[in-house]
T-cell receptor, first 117, second 113 residues
Framework: AQTVTQSQPEMSVQEAETVTLSCTYD???????LFWYKQPPSRQMILVIR??????QNATENRFSVNFQKAAKSFSLKISDSQLGDAAMYFC??????????????FGKGTKLSVKP | NAGVTQTPKFQVLKTGQSMTLQCAQDMNHEYMSWYRQDPGMGLRLIHY???????DQGEVPNGYNVSRSTTEDFPLRLLSAAPSQTSVYFCASSRWGGNEKLFFGSGTQLSVL
């Protein structure tokens, strides 16, 4: 069974600094998708970034970028120029690309990010 | 454009009671799903649907029932509530599956006493 592991329950970063959140996953599939979702105190789940496994280029979205290492099964999220609004719980998630289950998401347990002014 | 609407936002039940969590989306999405979020556990899939009339079990389906009679609605039924079902429940949808961006509802905080 596929699993997603986030080894850092909590992280802290100074405003305007850079922070990296770690995620590893286990799968025997070769075609899959990886995600980072953000959950601020409002509880709303928001997609931060999506990576397709067959694309070697790392995905980026403004201040958010990933380091995707397929062989190592690692998918870290880098947040540059951290802002107070980045404070949230961040979830790494995996979805296999095959029929039947239509790629249901498997989530990690989350990393709580605090941003210090 | 409302997106994914979940009701109620909060609910308190007594053990053994039944209730239905409502979920509706107005984006014509084929894929809809229910997750529960427990402290330190992340989100776990309860049930999902890939279209009207089609449902299937996720990781933690016991004690829950779903149906999908229309594309828009995907209610989650608790048959006989237990304290172990105290959790935050999220409904999510996408065009056709979890491989795409999921649109989440705002969640339902459920407490079972």
């Amino acid at each position: 069974a596929q699993t997603v592991t986030q080894s850092q329950p909590e992280m802290s970063v100074q405003e305007a600094e850079t922070v990296t959140l770690s995620c590893t996953y286990d799968t025997s599939e070769s075609d899959y998708y990886l995600f980072w979702y953000k959950q601020p105190p409002s509880r709303q789940m928001i997609l931060v970034i999506r990576q397709e496994a067959y694309k070697q280029q790392n995905a980026t979205e403004n201040r958010f970028s990933v380091n995707f290492q397929k062989a190592a099964k690692s998918f870290s999220l880098k947040i540059s120029d951290s802002q107070l609004g980045d404070a949230a719980m961040y979830f790494c998630a995996y979805s296999a690309n095959y029929g039947g289950s239509q790629g249901n998401l498997i989530f990690g347990k989350g990393t709580k990010l605090s941003v210090k002014p | 454009n409302a997106g994914v609407t979940q009701t109620p936002k909060f609910q308190v039940l007594k053990t053994g009671q039944s209730m239905t969590l409502q979920c509706a989306q107005d984006m014509n999405h084929e894929y809809m799903s229910w997750y529960r979020q427990d402290p330190g556990m992340g989100l776990r899939l309860i049930h999902y649907s890939v279209g009207a009339g089609i449902t299937d079990q996720g990781e933690v389906p016991n004690g829950y029932n779903v149906s999908r009679s229309t594309t828009e609605d995907f209610p989650l039924r608790l048959l006989s509530a237990a304290p172990s079902q105290t959790s935050v429940y999220f409904c999510a949808s996408s065009r056709w599956g979890g491989n795409e961006k999921l649109f989440f509802g705002s969640g339902t905080q459920l407490s079972v006493l």
